[in-house]
């Protein structure tokens, strides 16, 4: 199975546990396609075997991409390191849909600017849910909340690095399914070629 970029680059996620802000449940910033900046120090050398090494144990377990938490976790890492700071966009966005909803009482449709980015904000007609949206400090959506739950948005930059790992994962991958292949073949010709002397 391989990952579809088109699939990854919006998660939807329902709430977590994780507390709210103005009666609103917060994600699970735990999740493994919720990613949020987190700079390891870990070199894009490092990285790179990392991801062959962890292609090589899947092909040996018999897993692709997704089908392997190694492969989910080292993903996360990976593209986390170019996220933008998701967690503090949405908490702040929330306290300030909180601050403004203790000050009007009426609908209202209203951006608030952040010190990360910015929030959309519209209040549905009583009995429906609010919508809003979340966008970086280079103005991409990067999460909205709905009567659906919370969706995570993909940035440019995330599907760059995602895609940088898929193609570093799959060449390896393939590199280890035709070394296994070869492996096979020769302990094949050996074995004909013992039977020949014997016969």
């Known amino acids: 199975m391989q990952i579809n970029l088109n699939s990854i680059s919006s998660q939807r996620h329902f709430m977590s546990g994780m ?5 609103i449940s917060l994600p699970d910033f735990n999740g493994d396609y919720v990613y949020s900046k987190k700079k390891s120090g870990v070199s894009e050398g490092e990285y790179r075997k990392q991801i062959m090494e962890q292609a090589y144990q899947d092909y040996e377990n018999g897993k692709f991409q997704n089908q392997s938490d190694g492969f989910v976790e080292l993903m ?17 966005g929330l306290k300030a849909v909180a601050r403004n909803n203790q000050k009007m009482s009426k609908p209202i449709d209203f951006i608030a600017t952040l010190l990360e980015g910015k ?13 809003i949206e ?10 909205t909340y709905s ?42 010709e050996n074995m004909q070629s013992s039977f020949d002397i014997k016969a």
């Open 119 to 131: 929030v959309k904000y519209q209040k549905q007609p009583s009995g429906q849910r609010d919508y």
């Open 19 to 23: 507390g709210s802000i103005g009666g």
């Open 147 to 188: 009567n659906n739950g919370w969706t995570m948005y993909t940035t440019n930059a995330e599907a760059a690095r995602q895609t940088n790992l898929c193609t570093i994962y799959n060449a390896a991958w393939r590199e280890a399914e035709n070394g296994a292949v070869r492996a096979d073949n020769m302990e094949f």
């Open 76 to 92: 996360k890492r990976y593209t986390s390191e170019v996220s933008p700071d998701r967690k503090g966009i949405i908490t702040s």
């Open 134 to 143: 979340f966008y970086d400090s280079n103005g991409e959506m990067v999460a």
